[in-house]
Nanobody, 122 residues
Framework: VQLQACGGGLVQAGGSLRLSCAASGRTVSGYSMGWFRQAPGKEREFVAA????????AYADSVKGRFTISRDNAKNSVYLQMNSLKPEDTAVYYC????????????????WGQGTQVTVSS
């Protein structure tokens, strides 16, 4: 499975961005998918995840109420709508797929996208 993430960019605080991640090479049918991020000098952290159907979702406390994860399985894609962005959201964002279908902070990335930079200016 290859994951290709895009949609990052530079935005002012309070603005919005929508990240997309498309899977190719093999279907991600049944897998949970999600997003992680890594800020400079920090460890990679969980951001959001969705089950195969999208019914179950989970978010890091720091993004609850501001970010929304969604999936389009017909397009083998997952999205992250980010609203009310803050400078502390600045990071490289990675999409991931979990073969064990975990949704939440325990999610493990068996497949990773290449990362897309999100920079939020104050």
């Amino acid at each position: 499975v290859q994951l290709q993430a895009c949609g990052g960019g530079l935005v002012q605080a309070g603005g919005s961005l929508r990240l997309s991640c498309a899977a190719s090479g093999r279907t991600v049918s049944g897998y949970s998918m999600g997003w992680f991020r890594q800020a400079p000098g920090k460890e990679r952290e969980f951001v959001a995840a969705a089950s195969w159907t999208g019914v179950r979702t989970a978010y890091a406390d720091s993004v609850k109420g501001r970010f929304t994860i969604s999936r389009d399985n017909a397009k083998n894609s997952v999205y992250l709508q980010m609203n009310s962005l803050k400078p502390e959201d600045t990071a490289v964002y990675y999409c991931a797929a979990d073969l064990a279908r975990r949704v939440g902070i325990t999610m493990v990335g068996n497949y990773w996208g290449q990362g897309t930079q999100v920079t939020v200016s104050s």
